[in-house]
């Protein structure tokens, strides 16, 4: 990745039903634009990333990486962020970022608040039914449970004892609603940002390569089976 004193990243985060763009040039942000309207990436994606290099006077030549969220998340939100991020980044020669995506959101609460070195933080995007996408994280960021699918029970958490409980993200209402535990709070309305996933691109940068890097679904991906007739 390009570190020069002129770097300009472009992050692209559309594993919900949010779709958002941001803009990090030498290490600062400085613009981002967010669209909550579900089913729009397609249409609105590469429309948004025109209409924010615009508004900062920079264009397509100016960029120097390209970070994308990874997943875990909407199959074809992923499909469609991960597929335009490949495209620019083979079309300037730059590279491709990934960043997790609950990891992301995790680090979106460390940068904002003040925590108590008791809290962990459960970033959870909901999978249908009763099955989330979850992760969690302390304090400091450091990564406690890796990204993994779950099917939620009472006891979902009970091997993290009675630590404060930090929930948010579109899984986090019917989390909440199931697991006993004795100190949980939801955070509501948060939802995962290119803010943060250039954030985490530029402090823990991970190249990809732009020909073979697929999304991190982190469960089996299923197509329906056309019936022979």
């Known amino acids: ?34 669209l909550h309207q579900e089913k729009s990436h397609s249409g609105r994606l590469t429309l ?3 209409e924010l290099l615009r508004h900062c006077d920079l264009t397509m030549q100016s960029l120097t990486a390209v970070a994308v969220s990874e997943g875990p998340g909407s199959y074809t939100g992923l499909r469609i962020g991960i597929s335009t991020a490949k495209g620019i980044c083979f079309g300037l020669g730059i590279p491709l970022l990934a960043v997790d995506t609950l990891q992301a959101m995790s680090h979106g609460i460390v940068s904002q ?14 999978a249908r039914r009763m099955e989330i996408y979850r992760s969690v994280w302390n304090a400091e960021g450091n990564c406690l449970l890796a ?3 779950h099917v939620l029970q009472a006891d979902s958490f009970a091997a993290f004892g009675s630590r404060p ?24 309305n948060i939802q995962p940002s290119a803010r943060f996933v250039g954030e985490l691109a530029l402090k823990m940068p991970r190249c990809v390569d732009i020909a073979y ?17």
């Not at 579109?170 to 939801?186: C, M, R, V, Y």
């Not at 890097?213 to 007739?229: A, L, S």
């Open 1 to 34: 990745m390009d570190t020069s004193t002129d770097s300009i990243l472009l992050s692209i985060e559309t594993s919900g039903t949010t779709c958002s763009v941001a803009l990090h040039g030498n290490g600062q942000l400085i613009a981002y634009a967010e």
């Open 48 to 50: 948004m990333i025109d």
């Open 113 to 126: 608040s003040v925590l108590s070195n008791k809290v962990l933080l459960c970033p959870c995007i909901d």
């Open 147 to 149: 990204s993994e699918p």
């Open 165 to 188: 409980l930090w929930l948010f993200g579109s899984g986090a209402e019917k989390t909440f609603a199931t697991i006993e535990h004795p100190d949980k709070h939801l955070l509501p």
């Open 213 to 229: 890097f697929e999304p991190q679904y982190i469960k089996p991906f299923y197509t329906p089976q056309k019936q022979v007739k």
